[in-house]
């Protein structure tokens, strides 16, 4: 026969599995120091300017 599974504790396993991912993207986007996020707007900033001096007026 098959081994007994606890399905509960299973569940709360996954749920727990599916936190700590969230976690780590979260602390990937936000764990990051002031001159970092300045850095990272600034670049943003700079592509987006960029990108609108290529657009063409009709």
Do not use: P, Y
Request: no cysteine; aromatic share 2%; hydrophobic share 30%.
């Amino acid at each position: 026969m098959g081994e007994i599974v606890s399905l509960k504790l299973h569940r709360k396993r996954k749920e727990r599995a599916a936190k700590e991912e969230t976690a780590a993207e979260n602390r990937a986007q936000f764990g990051r120091s002031k001159t970092e996020k300045t850095l990272t707007e600034a670049k943003n900033d700079k592509a987006a300017k960029d990108l609108d001096q290529h657009k063409r007026e009709e």
